[in-house]
């Protein structure tokens, strides 16, 4: 059974940083691409935001524009946890945060939440300004 369990959230004052855990069970983060989705409050009817994402087959991180240079998505294939490193918070960050994970996602549309076939419960971040 596949789980990912996200942790981590919590308030923080606009300018400040946190860090996002997910760990996974029932699969390897060495053979799937993991991901982070966000849903921003008033939202809940719409698509989830893509954050960031860490594809296994080419090793490369890709992220939304709107948090380029401010948060590092990573892995740590011996826990077979995945991280995201968020700093320089702002209150539009405000958002329940997701970790995703799929097999064959592919580059051109791995921003795009129905191509994830697993999700975690997710994690609130309340950025304060």
């Known amino acids: 059974q596949v789980q990912l369990v996200e942790s981590g959230g919590g308030l923080v004052q606009a300018g400040g940083s946190l860090s996002l855990s997910c760990a996974v069970s029932?699969?390897?983060?060495?053979?799937?691409?993991m991901a982070w989705f966000r849903q921003a409050p008033g939202k809940e009817g719409k698509e989830r935001e893509f954050?960031?994402?860490?594809?296994?087959?080419?090793?490369?991180?890709y992220y939304a524009d709107s948090v380029k240079g401010r948060f590092t998505i990573s892995r740590d294939t011996a826990k077979n946890m995945v991280y995201l490193q968020m700093s320089m918070l702002k209150p539009e960050d405000t958002a329940v945060y997701y970790c995703?994970?799929?097999?064959?996602?592919?580059?051109?549309?791995?921003?795009?939440?129905?191509?994830?076939?697993?999700w975690g419960q997710g994690t609130q971040v309340t950025v304060s300004s």
């Open positions: 995703a994970a799929d097999a064959s996602v592919i580059v051109s549309t791995l921003g795009q939440a129905y191509q994830y076939d697993h």
């Open positions: 029932g699969l390897s983060v060495r053979r799937y691409t």
């Open positions: 954050v960031a994402a860490y594809k296994y087959n080419n090793g490369a991180s």
